[in-house]
């Protein structure tokens, strides 16, 4: 059935409510009904054979149901497959304009709505549209359509429901559509059903009055709307507010005591009415407006209460009578217009003299309460709700609130009585007394003896938890051995009694509480989170334990009571009860180490943990803990950014060195192997290195050029690797040249580069250091011999794709400088080439890349596990310590760790940083409208590709599905660029393209020389043909541009041969100087605007003398908009590494999907202007 269902289109229909089949069975009405509740939770896949009928249905139906259901199942398919087929017949029939003009619009807005649901959905016949109801919703503005027969949604909103879709146009005719059914991927029959339902209206000469108003209403402009509301609006203003009272009438219904609203409202004599009886719901619906704050809430409890049959006798009633109080018109049904006070208090006791006895009483108000009336009362008393009582002759009702302890109390005196004797008084004034805290009681004065003076004091009680957070509750004791209150609540006297001797305390309840008040100002409670009246929960370790060391020496007035052992933190300790010691590993070091404490020692791995976590506090044992001072914490947070644990060994990386040495600076022991004493003292003598770019280099630097040569003879003094991130265009080149030509002596170099720049180095060394011989490794015909005879002066250059063929010769030679150029080509660890480069032997390594973050901090792994191997660890150290936490967005104090080890390694500066006097960039953002034709091509593709990757993604893996979906995204660029780059063939011109000859010849005319960059050599081929017949001088360069030919072109560009540069992203852009030209222009965007911005900055780099314009060329409603969306995140993630900002997350499976389902809209027409952004 799943099968035919599928090929037939109709998996939608499995999952109807078999309660659908209940016409076609042959059973009584009696039968019908028995079988109308089994059947209506059943989807007709699970009954549609023998055996599903029959594990559903055997408890309810016999033998001939068993076949009939199943026959009734495939009868229903069939009608359903019969009216696809019409559906799709009539479709085909239907016209592509209407003939009256009127509706023409609204017509053409349907059918492109449409065929955006097509493709996932299918079309039922006219006549199967008639067993659901069409309707148009005033408010708000929507059509809608309710299916007769329900659904059975699975899942964990599991049940039955009839669905219902609507359609509107809120926001200025932009359609929304929603549908009860929450179809994935959009494939909702309902709301096309809903707007074939639609289109069968305005078809309908009949109706034709109708359909105008209909559509008149639906595309409306939300400015009119609003406008019409303000109108409305502003006549219920003008209409003579009618004065009302609200009175609440105390009755009885079905048992349950409740409030009626009576409504009052005045005459034109200024009289009131007698009142009209109503309902809290009605009251809501026709007097909200004029209620009071109160009568709202109390209407609205009253509401909810009787709306809820099951509810009744819960707290809503409660909550409505409590909102109730104070109340200045509640009255009792039999006196409805004689105001009652309704009076919330709480249930008490009061000893009462009684002859030479004591009668304990229920009081309330400090009064005594008839205990028969209590008695009858607690037999309908419902825990959490207040008894409610009318006291007519007094003129109130009370809400008395009834403790457990004074149930209890009360249900005891019930058993035992309440009458005690001369003998038996003054063991109950010693209990009284220590339940005054409880609950009210009270004692008459006869009872109470001599008052003492009071002489309060302020106790805290405290728990700490488990999870080592402290509960804290604040009380008073009057006087000694007197119960414990909190402050300023509570009896204002309290019995004390003293063997015999019966004596009180009278309570200054103001005072008391402004001393708790001072008393806890004293006190660290600044994280301290408030609860119920004088509670409070410190939920954060460091915090609790901080108030657990100022209340082990509690200041004067203040008792502390542990209500579990109390724990205990020991003196704070320094670095100088630290020794550590450090041994040789691989790439690394293992560390370990003690800190001794008052009772023990502590190992370094959980100092490390609890520097790492930010604490200040460490755990020794179930109930103490030692604190580890300011500078102890800050020495371990610093080696901690550099430790990684491997099977339960503690492992340095060689950037810890500065770490190491401010901690045994601070007064720790360090106890070193003999490698890392060495790179400590060349840590030492590269601090000292006062170092000058060497006079054989023919340049002047700049300043920041000067202190990155500083910087990288430093890093190169130590031993470490380094990477070099300045801005493209800054002149990262000559600062490398600079440190080859200051360490020839050391030996030869190796320079990795693309092979598009190789030249490029060539030119760059002759010209600022002649001194140097540059090689270029692909030119020599014998390389091994070439690799035998290498000088100290000689600087090999070789090209990615050598260094993975030849590394096995290249390995064997030991270079004392490496320079790694467009080092981002190294960014995934698993290729042969980052293999390759691993493989290398190098005094000093430098990576040198504008982008060394581009996508994710893997990348960031790979290229310092070149340039300074186990600087980050391993991958899974890096991992689980870096990548995972801060790309997930989580853990900021991960991101500033990984910022923190990065910092003496990488160096970035921004040209807004050190090149003010770079002339200013502009970047404007042109938008392109598709036209109608364009338009349709590319909604017809992108729903083709949706289907397609919903088709055939089913039981793939990710990684596949990930592919296929962007294969689609990539032909939804393609046509968002050119209709021919999709359908070579293809007649439709192209927008962008007319927009682009349109910028260009303003370009020509005004004197100005441009480069274009295309990720698409095919679309580059494309605008050459429209540039030569349009008469345009251009220069050309792509991936197949043999390297010689490169150089020459740009040169001559260089020179003025040429309005403009064409140019493949890929190819061309990095390591090219073109600033002869002062406009960029993008064609499509790249997923990375990194790379765009390299591009970029061909133009706008060190000797650019003009103002540089970037304009972005963009298709608006496509794919290029939302790829433009992702740009900011992909900026975010290299800020917050690179720059110490905010951090994002890679692209997922999930995130491409939604990229390529999320439609879009041909909107007006695109501007010339765009939107512009001064970048520097």
């Not at 490390?608 to 102890?632: C, K, M, P, Y």
Request: hydrophobic share 40%; net charge neutral; proline share 6%.
């Amino acid at each position: 059935m799943e099968q035919w269902a599928e090929a037939h289109s109709l998996q939608d229909a499995l999952a109807t409510s078999a309660e659908v089949l209940l016409p076609a069975l042959a059973v009584d009405e009696a039968q019908k009904n028995s079988l109308r509740y089994a059947l209506s939770g059943l989807p007709i896949r699970d009954i549609g054979s023998r055996e599903g009928a029959s594990r559903y249905l055997a408890a309810r139906a016999r033998g001939v149901l068993e076949e009939a259901v199943p026959l009734a199942v495939a009868a229903f398919l069939a009608d359903e497959a019969e009216s696809l087929r019409l559906g799709v017949l009539e479709e085909a029939s239907r016209p592509e304009s209407h003939e009256d003009p009127a509706l023409t619009v609204f017509w053409t807005r349907l059918l492109q709505l449409r065929r955006g649901l097509r493709p996932r959905a299918v079309p039922r016949s006219r006549a199967a549209r008639a067993s659901g109801t069409w309707s148009f919703l005033a408010e708000p503005c929507a059509v809608s359509w309710k299916e007769r027969w329900r659904r059975v949604r699975g899942g964990p909103s599991y049940g039955s429901f009839a669905a219902e879709s609507r359609l509107s146009f809120p926001n200025d005719g932009e359609p929304r559509l929603e549908c009860t059914c929450e179809a994935r991927g959009g494939g909702c029959t309902h709301a096309l059903a809903l707007i074939d339902a639609t289109l069968d209206l305005l078809e309908d000469p009949s109706r034709r009055d109708e359909a105008r108003v209909l559509a008149d209403e639906l595309l409306r402009p939300s400015w009119a709307r609003a406008l019409k509301a303000l109108e409305v609006f502003e006549a219920k203003l003008a209409e003579p507010r009618t004065f009302i009272e609200v009175w609440w009438r105390i009755e009885h219904e079905l048992g349950m005591l409740t409030a009626v609203p009576s409504v009052k409202k005045r005459n034109r004599r200024g009289t009131l009415s007698s009142g009209a009886r109503t309902t809290p719901a009605r009251l809501l619906d026709e007097h909200r407006d004029s209620l009071s704050e109160q009568d709202l809430r109390v209407a609205e409890l009253f509401s909810s209460w009787s709306a809820r049959p099951g509810a009744r006798g819960s707290t809503y009633a409660a909550r409505a009578f409590v909102a109730l109080v104070g109340h200045p018109r509640v009255a009792l049904d039999v006196s409805p217009d004689e105001p009652l006070e309704l009076k919330r208090v709480r249930l008490g006791f009061i000893a009462v003299p009684s002859g030479d006895h004591i009668r304990l009483e229920p009081s309330v108000d400090g009064e005594v309460f008839d205990a028969r009336l209590l008695t009858a009362l607690m037999k309908s008393f419902v825990p959490g709700e207040p008894l409610f009582t009318p006291e007519e002759r007094r003129g109130r009702c009370l809400l008395i609130d009834v403790s457990d302890e004074a149930r209890q109390l009360f249900e005891l005196l019930q058993k035992h009585g309440a009458r005690f004797p001369p003998e038996a008084q003054q063991p109950l004034l010693e209990r009284l007394s220590r339940l005054e805290a409880r609950l009210p009681l009270v004692v008459p004065e006869s009872l109470k003896g001599r008052e003492l003076s009071s002489e309060p004091e302020t106790v805290v009680r405290l728990r700490l938890l488990p999870d080592v957070s402290l509960e804290l509750e604040l009380f008073v004791r009057p006087g000694p051995g007197a119960p414990l209150f909190h402050p300023g609540v509570g009896p204002r006297d309290v019995l004390l009694l003293r063997g015999a001797e019966r004596a009180y305390v009278r309570r200054s309840l103001l005072t008391e509480d402004e001393r708790a008040r001072a008393m806890l100002s004293t006190l660290p409670l600044a994280n301290a989170e408030e609860g119920p009246p004088h509670c409070f929960r410190m939920k954060d370790t460091d915090s609790a334990l901080e108030l657990v060391t100022a209340l082990q020496t509690p200041p004067r007035g203040l008792a502390v009571e542990w209500l579990d052992e109390q724990p205990r933190v020991m003196s704070s300790v320094g670095p100088e009860a630290l020794k550590v010691q450090i041994e040789r590993k691989r790439d690394w070091f293992g560390i370990n180490g003690q800190l001794k404490v008052e009772v023990g020692r502590l190992e370094l791995a959980v100092l490390l943990d609890a520097a790492r976590r930010q604490q200040r506090f460490v755990r020794v044992d179930e109930r103490r803990w030692v604190e580890l001072s300011d500078t102890l914490r800050h020495r371990l947070q610093a080696i901690s950014d550099h430790a990684f644990v491997r099977s339960g060994r503690v492992e340095l990386s060689p950037g810890a060195v500065p770490a190491i040495e401010a901690l045994g600076g601070a007064g720790a022991e360090v106890d070193a192997a003999p490698s890392w004493q060495l790179l400590t003292e060349r840590l030492a003598a590269s601090l000292s290195l006062r170092p000058k770019p060497p006079a054989s280099l023919h340049a002047t630097l700049r300043d920041y050029q000067v202190e990155g040569h500083a910087w990288l003879s430093r890093v190169a003094a130590w031993g470490a690797g380094a990477c070099l991130a300045d801005d493209m265009g800054l002149g990262k080149t000559v600062q490398a040249i600079s440190v080859l030509a200051d360490r020839t002596r050391l030996g030869p170099a190796l320079v990795l580069c693309p092979t598009s720049v190789g030249f490029n180095w060539v030119e760059e060394l002759r010209r600022f250091a002649p001194d140097l011989r540059p090689i270029l490794y692909a030119e020599q015909p014998d390389r091994a011999g070439c690799l035998a005879k290498l000088t100290k002066k000689d600087v090999l250059i070789v090209s990615y794709g050598l260094l993975t063929r030849d590394i096995a010769t290249l390995s064997a030679v030991t270079f004392a400088t490496l320079v790694i150029d467009e080092a981002q080509a190294l960014k995934n660890p698993t290729t042969h080439r980052a293999r390759a480069a691993r493989k290398l032997n190098a005094g000093f390594r430098l990576a040198m890349s504008g982008t060394p973050l581009e996508n994710h901090l893997g990348e960031l792994w790979s290229l310092f596990s070149i340039v300074f191997p186990g600087l980050l660890g391993s991958w899974e150290q890096f991992r689980e310590r870096f990548a995972a936490p801060i790309e997930r967005g989580k853990d900021p104090e991960a991101r500033g760790a990984l910022a923190r080890v990065l910092k003496p390694f990488l160096l970035r500066r921004t040209k807004q940083e050190v090149a003010r006097e770079l002339p200013s960039r502009t970047e404007i953002q042109v938008p392109i409208a598709l036209s109608e034709e364009e338009w349709a091509l590319y909604e017809d593709a992108r729903l083709a590709a949706v289907a397609e990757v919903s088709r055939e993604g089913r039981g793939v893996r990710n990684e596949q599905q990930q592919f296929q979906v962007l294969a689609a995204l990539t032909r939804l660029r393609l046509l968002a660029s050119h209709p021919r780059l999709y359908d070579s063939k293809s007649s439709v011109s192209s927008s962008k393209m007319r927009r682009l000859l349109e910028l260009l010849e303003e370009l020509r005319d005004a004197g100005h020389r441009a480069l274009v960059f295309s990720q698409f050599t095919s679309h580059l081929a494309l605008v050459c043909e429209e540039l030569d017949r349009a008469g345009f001088r251009y220069q050309y360069l792509d991936g197949s541009t043999p390297a010689g030919a490169r150089a020459k072109r740009v040169e001559a560009f260089q020179r003025g041969e040429g309005d403009l540069f064409l140019i493949s992203l890929k190819a061309g852009g990095t390591g090219l100087n073109l600033t002869a030209a002062d406009y960029v222009i993008h064609l499509d965007p790249w997923w990375n605007p990194a790379v765009e911005d390299q591009a970029t900055d061909r133009a706008h780099r060190i000797g650019q003398d003009k103002p540089v314009t970037v304009y972005r060329l963009v298709t608006r409603g496509t794919i290029e908009e939302q790829i433009l969306s992702l740009h900011a995140d992909k900026r975010a993630l290299v800020a917050g590494i690179l720059e110490g900002t905010d951090a994002a997350a890679r692209l997922t499976t999930k995130d491409l999907l939604q990229l390529l389902e999320a439609g879009g809209a041909p909107v007006g027409e695109e501007t010339s202007s765009g939107s512009g952004r001064l970048v520097h």
